[in-house]
C-alpha cells in the first residue's frame, strides 16, 4: 500500500505543476492574482479528490486508519516538498512561501493541504471500503 500511496502522490505533484502552469498562463492574466489563485486552489482541491476517487481502490485502505495514514504521508509529501523545494532549491523567502496561507490577504491555499490529508479518507469511506468508519 505504502509504494502505491507515494507513486501516487508522484502523480498528484504532477496535477498541481500543470494545474500551476494553467493558473499563471491563462487565468490569473483573465482574473487577476488573487481570484486566479482561488480558481486554481479550488481546481486543485477537485483534481486531488478525483485522483484520489479513480485509485482508492488500487491503494487499498482496509480501515480508517490506513486511509488517513496515506493522508498524513501525502500532507508530509506536500509540505515538505513546497518548503523545502521552495525554500532551498527555489530560493522563495519564506515569507513569500507563507503568504499564500494567509487569509486575510485572500489566499486560501489552505485548503490543499486540507484536502490532500482528508481525501483517501473522505473517498474511502464514501467508496464504502473502510472497516471501521
Known sequence: MWWKAILLWFALMLLAIGNGTVRIKLIIPYTGLTTGLAISTIMLCIL????????????????????????????????????????????KPWSELLLDYDISQGRIWVLVPVVTVMAPWLIAKARGMLADG
Open 48 to 91: 486531488i479528490l478525483f485522483a484520489t476517487w479513480l485509485s482508492i481502490r488500487w491503494l487499498g485502505p482496509a480501515t480508517a486508519s490506513q486511509a488517513w495514514s496515506i493522508g498524513l504521508l501525502w500532507l508530509a509529501m506536500t509540505l515538505g516538498f513546497e518548503f523545502g523545494a521552495g525554500h532551498f532549491l527555489f530560493k
